[in-house]
């Protein structure tokens, strides 16, 4: 069993950076996957990106590679997405995943936190 809630999403301009950060707690946390999955108002949700419990294995969307990173600390049971180049269609509710691994994560098969708002202004 694993809870995770999001933090660190707001209103920011087009072109800038926003790092959102999700806490994780639960006993087989050390062991899981993690990833992110964004949905825009109207639209499905969507794969971002995913890692590994190792940090071997980092999985983005093609949408979001090279702008955005994906990253974690296990030692204080975090994980974090940081955003650079922000664009408008970037705006959506960003919602941390968990998962015994990485393609579980992708396949929308884990935890799911309750999402943090990104919203980009042009």
């Known amino acids: 069993q694993v809870q995770l809630v999001e933090s660190g999403g707001g209103l920011v301009q087009a072109r800038g950076p926003l790092r959102l950060s999700c806490a994780a707690s639960?006993?087989?946390?050390?062991?899981?996957?993690m990833g992110w999955f964004r949905q825009a108002p109207g639209q499905e949700r969507t794969f971002v990106a995913a890692?590994?419990?190792?940090?071997?294995?980092?999985d983005y969307a093609p949408s979001v590679n090279g702008r955005f990173t994906i990253s974690r600390d296990n030692a204080k049971n975090m994980v974090y997405l940081q955003m650079n180049s922000l664009k408008p269609e970037d705006t959506a509710v960003y919602y941390c995943?968990?998962?015994?691994?990485?393609?579980?994560?992708?396949?929308?098969?884990?935890?799911w936190g309750q999402g943090t708002q990104v919203t980009v202004s042009s």
């Open positions: 890692i590994s419990w190792s940090r071997l294995r980092i």
């Open positions: 639960g006993r087989t946390f050390s062991s899981y996957a």
């Open positions: 995943a968990a998962g015994e691994a990485v393609t579980v994560v992708a396949a929308s098969a884990g935890y």
